[in-house]
C-alpha cells in the first residue's frame, strides 16, 4: 500500500437515512502509524439540488473554437444531485465559470493555459530519456494532495511501441498494476523507431507539454499542448489534441455507435454489475482501458493507459481526449504502426496474446438462467435435437446448487447431474457449469472453511473494527450475494487462492454424486458483485422482515473514508446516482466491496479502491491454470463476464445481460469488434436477448443469423422470462432459418478455427470492423452494421419488418456470394434478405477451408467428414488461405497438429471453384 492516510467512519453514517441509531466514530489508519486515533465526527446527509436551468439543443456552429475546447471541470453536475455554482467552480476548484447555455457544452471548465507542470532537467540516452518536471504554480490544482514532483521516462520498446511512464519523483511507492506486461525489450536506437517523443514548454507560461510523432508523417498522434494536465494524490488527468475524429474502443460502455461521437461525450470506466440495459451512458463489466484511433493519414495507432483504478474519459470536439483517474501513475504504451492490423498485433503481443479455445466451443452452445432441474435441461437438449439443430455445448445457471452455493449439487432437483454429462459427451455435447465468486459463510460448508484456513479472503484493514464479525474468521470482509447467507470473496490475487481454487475444482469434477466433470467453466459475477451495498437490505432478502430481533436485516455497509468517499468519485458512480437509494449520491462501492478492503500479491498488501478492476482477471487466471491442472493436457475453456488488459490469455468474454431488443442485436456487434481490438476474440452477446420475457420470432430469427456468425455463439435468457432456445418458438420459420444458418456456420468451422488459431499465435481480429481490413476507404469508418469474420463479409437484417438490407462492398477487392458466386464490385448494394437468409460474401482473394455438416449436430460428428475449399479469385485471379488441424483440444505443440498453406493461381475465367478432399486428414 502506498502512504496515503485513510480516514474511516465506521458503521452506516455513508447512509443519507437509517433505521437505527448508531454511534459514528472516525478510525485514523496510516501506513506507518498501527494506532487508531478515535474522533467523534458528524456525518451529513447528502441533499438533492434542484435541476438545472433548460439549455438550448447543442449546436456546433454556435461555438467558436475556444468554445470547443473546453474541458469539462464540474462533469458531475450531470447528476441532479450534484450542485454547480460559480463559487464551487472558481473558489473550490480553480476552474472557468462561463456558462454558455447550450446542452453538453461544460460551464465549468479548465484553465489549459496555466495548469500543469514546469520543466526541470533531462537525460536524455539513445533509446530513453528521463525528465523531471515541477508543479507550475500559476494556478491550484482541482484538488487537495498535489504532487509536486514528478519524473517522467520515455522508453522505445520496439520500432513501433513507445513507453511513458510519469511517476512522483519523490515517492516510489504509489500504487502501479502490478500484474505487468509482456516485456518488450529496449530497441538498440531510437532513431529505428516509427515514432519518437518530443517535448516543448510554451514560451509565455513555461509549461511542459510532450507529443508522440509518427516520424513518416510528422503528425502527432498524442499531444498534451492540450493543456490541463494534473497529478493529485486521487485525481490524475492527462488531455490530448487528436489527429482525427476517428476514434474507437475504451469499455466496457454501451456504445450505439463503434465510433465515438467527440462532441463533449464522456463516458465512466469501472467494472460494475450493470447490464447494458439499465442505463445507457454507463459503465458495464469489463475495464478496457485503451483506444484506437485512424489518421486523416489513413494510418492506425492504439494508446493503452495501464491503470486499474476508477476512471473516465471525454472528448471534446476540438477534437480532444481527456483521460482521468483517482489513483496510481500514468502509464502509457503508445503502438505506431502502418495499418490496423499491424496496430492490433502488436499491442496483442504487448497485453498477452488470446487463448486458442477448443475446437468444440465454437459450436452452437445453449443455455438459460432458470431451468428448475434437470428434466428441463434434457427437454431443451431433446427438443433441439428434434428440429435437427446442432448443438456443442449446454449451460446450466445457478440453480444447480444448493441454495446457489458455489460447486455444490441440488440433489432434490440435480440429480444425476455427474452422469448426465456423461451422457451428454458421449452423444457428443459438453456441459458447462456456471461458477460466482462468493462464498457462504457456514460451519458445515467446507469449501468456506478451508479457504479460511489457507487464508484466501478479502480482508478489512488491520486495526479497523469490523462491523459484522459473524464469522469464523478474523478480519474478512462480509457481503451478499445470491445465496440466502452472508458471503466472503476469495481474493484471487492472493497465491493461497490458487492452490485452493484447484484443489475445490479438482474435487468438484472428480466428484460423481457431488460434482461434475464438467468441460468448461463459466465465471460470473466477478465485477465482483455484492448486493444492495450500503443499502438497508439486499433486494434478494428471504427473512422475515418483521422479525429484526432473529433476522435483522443485513448488507454490506462501507464506512466513510478517502477510498470509498474519494474526492473526485468519477463518472463511474455518479452516473448511477438515484432516487431509489438510501443515499443518493453513489459511491465507488455500490453494487460491489469496499474499497478499502485488502488483498494480497507477492507479499504485499493492496487497497481494493485500486485493484477492484482485476478481480475477474485474476480469477480468470486462477481458474484457466486450475483447469489446465484438473484437465491435462486440454486447452481450457473459461467463460468471464468482467475483464480487465489481457484477460483474453485465459477466458472468452460475452457481452453480458442484454435485452430482447433489435436495439441490443445491433450494439453486439459493437461489442464483438471492440472485444477483438481489446484482444478477447472469443465473443458474442445472448443470442435472442437475455432479459424481456417476449418471444418475438422475427428478431429471434434475425438474431440467430447473426449469432451464427459471433466467434462465440450461444443462446442464452433469463429466469422468469418466457424460453428462448430455438426449438422453444414452435415456429417452423425460425427453424428452417436457424438450421440454414447454423449449417453454414459449421461449415465454416474448419475457417473460422484456422482465423483463431492464427490470433492466438500471432494476435490480431477474427471479428473485425471493414475498415479493419480497408482502411483507405473512407466510406468504411462509419459502417458498424456490417462486420468480417476473417475475410468474410457478414451483412445482417438489424430492423424488423425488413426483407432487403443495404450492404456496403469496400472498394479495391471483388466480392462474391457464397452461396451463388455472384461477384459484385465496391459500391452499396441493396440485396435480398428474405425472413429464412443472412448475406454472406467472400473476398476475392481467399481460400476458405469447410467441411460437411451432413447429417451431424456437433463438431465431434461432423470433424470426420469431408473437407472442402473454396477458391475465392481476386482481380489477378489469384488467392491463398491455410487450414489448422488438428485434435481440437489438445496443447498446441510442434508434432501434433498440421498447417496446410494454400495458394490458387490460374488464368480461367471461374471465380470461384467448389470442391472436395474426401478423407483429407482426420483424427
Known sequence: MNKRTIFIVSGIAAIAVVAIVVPVVTVVLTRQNTECEILTTTV????????????????????????????????EAESRFENLTKFQCEEVRGCIYSPLGYQRVPDCFFNRTKLGYKFVSTSPEINKETIFL??????????????????????????NLVHVKIVDADDDTRYEVPYK???????????NSKAKFEFSQDPDTKLFSFK???????????????????????????????????????????????????????????????????????NNYGFQPVYYALENSTKSHMVLFYTSNAMEYLFTPTPSLTMRTIGGIFDLYFVVDDTPEDVFKAYHNLIGRAAFPPYWSFGFQICRWGYNNLSDVKDVVERTRNIQLPQDVQYIDIEYMIGYRILTVNQLNFSGLSDFQKDLEKNGTK???????????????????????????????????????DNLGTNEMISWCWPNGKLMYPDYMNSNTHEWWFEVIREFVNNPTNGSDMNGIWIDMNEPSSFETNELKPWNWLYPEDDQDRYPFFSLKCPVNKLDDPP??????????????????????????????????????????????????????????????????KRPFVLTRSNFVGTGKYSAHWLGDNDATWKHMKMSIIGAIEYNMFGIPMIGADICGFFISVQDAEMCTRWLQLGSFYTFSRNHNANGNLPKDPASFNNKTLEDSTRKALKLRYE?????????????????????????????????????????LGHILVSPVLQPGKTEVRAYFPRNAAWYDLRTGKEFQQGVYILPAPIDYINIHLRGGIVVPTQELGSCLNTECARKNAFGLIVALDKDKKAKGSLFWDDGESD?????????????????????????LLNFYLF
Open 44 to 75: 451529513v446527509p447528502s441533499t438533492t439540488t434542484e435541476y438545472a436551468p433548460t439549455k438550448k439543443p447543442y449546436d456546433p456552429n454556435a461555438l467558436s473554437e475556444e468554445d470547443k475546447t473546453r474541458i469539462d471541470c464540474f462533469l
Open 134 to 159: 515541477k508543479k507550475s504554480p500559476l494556478v491550484k490544482s482541482p484538488y487537495l494532495e498535489e504532487i509536486k514532483n514528478l519524473k517522467l521516462t520515455v522508453e522505445y520498446l520496439a520500432d
Open 181 to 191: 506486461l509482456n516485456q518488450v525489450p529496449l530497441i538498440a536506437d531510437k532513431a
Open 212 to 282: 508522440i510523432l509518427r516520424k513518416s508523417t510528422n503528425e502527432a498522434v498524442f499531444d498534451t499542448s492540450m493543456g490541463a494536465f494534473v497529478f493529485n494524490n486521487q485525481f490524475l488527468q492527462i488531455s490530448t489534441k487528436l489527429p482525427s475524429r476517428h476514434i474507437f474502443g475504451f469499455g466496457e460502455n454501451n456504445h450505439e455507435k463503434l465510433a465515438h461521437d467527440l462532441d463533449f461525450r464522456s463516458w465512466g470506466m469501472f467494472a460494475r454489475d450493470n447490464a447494458p440495459g439499465w442505463g445507457d451512458n454507463r
Open 431 to 469: 456441459l458447462i457449469l456456471i461458477v460466482d465468486p462468493g462464498l457462504v459463510m457456514e460451519r458445515n460448508n467446507s469449501l468456506y472453511v478451508s479457504g479460511l484456513e489457507k487464508d484466501i479472503y478479502i480482508k478489512w484493514p488491520n486495526n479497523l473494527q469490523p462491523y459484522d464479525r
Open 568 to 633: 473526485y468519485r468519477t463518472k463511474s458512480a455518479f452516473a448511477f446516482d438515484s432516487d431509489g437509494q438510501l443515499n443518493p449520491k453513489s459511491r465507488l462501492s455500490q453494487k460491489t466491496l469496499c474499497m478499502i478492503g485488502t488483498h494480497t500479491f507477492e507479499g504485499k498488501q493492496y487497497y481494493h479502491y485500486d485493484v477492484h478492476n482485476l478481480y475477474a482477471h485474476t480469477q480468470a487466471l486462477a481458474t484457466y491454470n486450475a483447469f489446465k491442472k484438473v484437465k491435462v493436457n
Open 748 to 788: 465454416l468451422l474448419p475457417y473460422i478455427y484456422t482465423i483463431m488459431y492464427h490470433v492466438s499465435q500471432n494476435g490480431g481480429t477474427a471479428m473485425k470492423a471493414l475498415f479493419f481490413e480497408f482502411p483507405e476507404d473512407f466510406n468504411t469508418y462509419e459502417i458498424d452494421e456490417q462486420f468480417l
Open 892 to 916: 498446441v505443440s510442434g508434432s501434433n497438429y498440421h498447417l496446410v498453406n494454400y495458394e490458387f493461381d490460374s488464368g480461367v475465367i471461374l471465380k470461384i471453384i467448389f470442391f472436395f
